[in-house]
């Protein structure tokens, strides 16, 4: 069985000219390189869990209960799921239409979200905030 690996691109160089020097194959000497840093590999090995905590891990995946939820394809939001209030009909978006009149109602909405946003800050003329970290990083 063969397989795709990367490998640097001055490493491929090296190969090329080592098989081309020894008469063998580059997939020979990738195989035989590879099996050699393997062989001798110092890299400190993990370490390994015990059979009792694999035997644990195992037990635990089974008695977890998996929550398989019913799926509706059908678009319908389940009760638990609608975010509106009680009174409000949840209603999917279908044209043009009913987004511009969301859109209208929500500019005419004296709530504004992004007050509430924590570190807001407002300008009464339009700013360069590229600019303006410019600056501060030149005055720190």
């Known amino acids: 069985m063969a397989t795709t690996i990367r490998i640097n691109e001055d490493v491929k160089q090296q190969l090329k000219i ?25 890299t400190p090995n ?10 644990k891990i195992l037990d635990y995946d089974k008695k ?3 929550i398989n939820p019913d799926i509706d394809l ?16 949840n209603t999917p978006v279908s044209d043009m239409n009913d987004i511009k009149n969301i ?3 929500d500019k005419n909405s004296n709530v504004d979200a992004l007050k509430d946003l924590d570190g ?7 700013t ?6 410019k600056e501060a990083y030149k005055k720190g």
Do not use: R
């Open 18 to 42: 080592k098989s081309v020097a020894t008469g063998v194959s580059q997939f020979n000497l990738a195989n035989k390189y590879i099996l050699e840093g393997i062989k001798n590999d110092s």
């Open 46 to 55: 993990k370490p390994v869990k015990t059979i009792e905590e694999i035997e």
């Open 64 to 66: 977890e209960e998996k």
């Open 74 to 89: 059908t678009g319908n939001i389940p009760d638990e799921l609608k975010l509106n209030d009680e009174n409000e009909l």
């Open 103 to 105: 859109l209208e109602f």
């Open 120 to 126: 807001e800050v407002v300008f009464d003329k339009p």
């Open 128 to 133: 360069n905030s590229l600019k303006l970290k």
